[in-house]
């Protein structure tokens, strides 16, 4: 399986939702596809994903050695992931958001440390798992990496004796695909792509993800009048769907296409859209709207805006805090407010081409600093090196590290 000696051994286990690589995935997927290329660079890195046709079980893909388990359920997939891991013998296995498999793992590959990537509160909810259970898999993790502090700090509340295990590391986004609007050709490329598209000389507001309640669309959608009056050529783009790579609908879904017909030439719904062709959709845009109502762990649809160059008018909830930073890279809005302040601010960016520009790329300029899946990959390793007794001679151990923007 392409094995160099004197590297360590990393296996990835993803929740086996999807197949990688894959353009219709989730993020935690994503991060996965993004986070493991990098990785490939000091050890050898092994990703768990599901089976789809057209891809091989096993194979080595830019240094990455791909498994992909051919298994009709979760239970399916859990068991081959964990009989695989018994052939594989690695020296650190990274389970991604099922904190439910670490135990399971950990007997598995007993001489494997076990770390736990979290990201977001959904599978630490007792929806889920119960507190009980839940305590004894976090025990279990040698460390629990988080996406951002807002879901170190849901999570040391629930359980502080484990906090000194917590640590955070950001996610990113790859600047190369996503570029600025406001680079050389940016804008021109911008308006061919609206022209293509039926949208020339239109103004965009653009919400890209899933169509869940927890998103606050509905919230979005209700208050849309008051934005088309005072601007009565903006649009509202709407890329996405319930369903990862789905475009079935449901009794949500079609609500919002009822709210939208109020204003039928002013909302376009494009269901879901692959990851590919966002880097474009963000470019369009003239803003991005994030009007979460639940508790966001990150949110990359954030640092993606950003890095194409548009402000983000979104909730003051969860992580989106450590990532938009108000009145310099777009607007934040308390929940409770979000249906009186969202169209002032929407009007406000759409009718201020100078202050789009300013906030778009001090953006993307934090995207380059701060944001990139280089950056994020560079903090692991950092963890690794810094908390793990493998990784200790590859780099220098180092005590107490705080992993932030940088």
């Given at each position: 399986?392409?094995?160099?000696a ?5 296996a ?9 690589p894959?353009?219709f995935?989730?993020s935690?997927?994503r991060?996965?596809d993004?986070i493991?290329?990098h990785l ?5 890195v092994?990703?768990?994903s599901?089976?789809r046709?057209?891809?091989r079980?096993t194979e080595t893909?830019n240094g ?6 051919s298994a009709k ?6 068991k081959?992931v ?9 020296d650190?296995?990274q389970?991604?958001?099922r904190?439910?498999?670490?135990r399971?793992v ?11 990537s979290?990201?977001s509160?959904?599978f630490?909810s007792p929806a889920h798992?119960?507190k009980k259970?839940?305590a004894r898999e976090?025990k279990a993790a040698?460390?629990i ?7 170190r700090?849901e999570?040391a ?10 640590l955070?590391?950001?996610?990113g986004?790859?600047p ?8 050389p050709?940016?804008?021109e490329a ?9 949208l020339a000389?239109r103004r ?6 899933r169509?869940i309640p927890?998103k ?10 008051k ?6 050529d903006?649009?509202?783009v709407?890329?996405g769907?319930?369903?990862y ?17 109020r204003?039928?030439?002013a909302?376009?719904?494009l269901?879901?859209v692959p990851?590919?062709?966002?880097p474009?959709?963000?470019?369009a ?5 994030v ?7 990150f949110?990359?649809v ?6 194409c160059?548009v ?8 992580g989106i805090?450590?990532i938009?930073?108000h ?10 407010e ?9 009007v406000?960016?759409?009718?201020d081409?100078?202050l ?10 934090m995207v380059r ?10 903090r692991?390793?950092a963890l690794?090196r810094?908390?793990?007794h493998i990784?200790?001679?590859?780099g ?5 590290i705080r992993?932030g923007y940088?």
């Amino acid at each position: 399986m392409g094995e160099t000696a004197g590297r360590p051994k990393v296996a990835i286990v993803t929740p086996g939702t999807f197949a990688l690589p894959s353009d219709f995935s989730s993020s935690v997927e994503r991060v996965v596809d993004e986070i493991s290329l990098h990785l490939a660079a000091e050890a050898d890195v092994y990703v768990f994903s599901k089976f789809r046709q057209g891809l091989r079980p096993t194979e080595t893909v830019n240094g990455v050695t791909h498994i992909r388990p051919s298994a009709k359920s979760p239970a399916g997939y859990r068991k081959a992931v964990l009989g695989r891991l018994r052939q594989l013998h690695p020296d650190l296995v990274q389970v991604e958001n099922r904190p439910g498999l670490v135990r399971a793992v950990k007997r598995a590959a007993p001489r494997a440390e076990v770390w736990l990537s979290l990201h977001s509160v959904t599978f630490v909810s007792p929806a889920h798992i119960s507190k009980k259970r839940l305590a004894r898999e976090l025990k279990a993790a040698r460390r629990i990496v988080l996406n951002s502090a807002f879901l170190r700090g849901e999570l040391a509340r629930r359980f502080p004796r484990m906090r000194s295990k917590m640590l955070i590391n950001r996610l990113g986004t790859d600047p190369e695909r996503f570029r600025s609007q406001w680079e050389p050709g940016g804008r021109e490329a911008r308006e061919a792509f609206k022209a293509g598209r039926g949208l020339a000389g239109r103004r965009i507001v653009l919400y890209a993800g899933r169509l869940i309640p927890i998103k606050g669309v509905h919230v979005l959608l209700r208050c849309w009048r008051k934005v088309i009056r005072r601007v009565p050529d903006a649009v509202l783009v709407v890329a996405g769907s319930a369903f990862y790579g789905s475009g079935r609908l449901t009794p949500y879904v079609r609500n919002l296409h009822r709210l939208g017909e109020r204003t039928p030439d002013a909302v376009r719904f494009l269901s879901y859209v692959p990851y590919s062709e966002m880097p474009e959709w963000f470019r369009a845009a003239d803003v991005a709207v994030v009007p979460s109502v639940g508790k966001e762990a990150f949110g990359l649809v954030n640092v993606e805006a950003m890095a194409c160059g548009v402000p983000v008018v979104a909730s003051r909830v969860g992580g989106i805090r450590e990532i938009v930073i108000h009145g310099e890279n777009g607007f934040l809005v308390s929940p409770r407010e979000l249906a009186g302040r969202l169209p002032e601010l929407l009007v406000r960016l759409l009718s201020d081409e100078p202050l789009r520009r300013t906030m778009g790329e001090r953006g993307a300029q934090m995207v380059r600093q701060s944001f990139t899946w280089r950056h994020t990959a560079e903090r692991q390793m950092a963890l690794y090196r810094g908390y793990s007794h493998i990784f200790a001679g590859t780099g220098g151990r180092r005590r107490d590290i705080r992993i932030g923007y940088g």
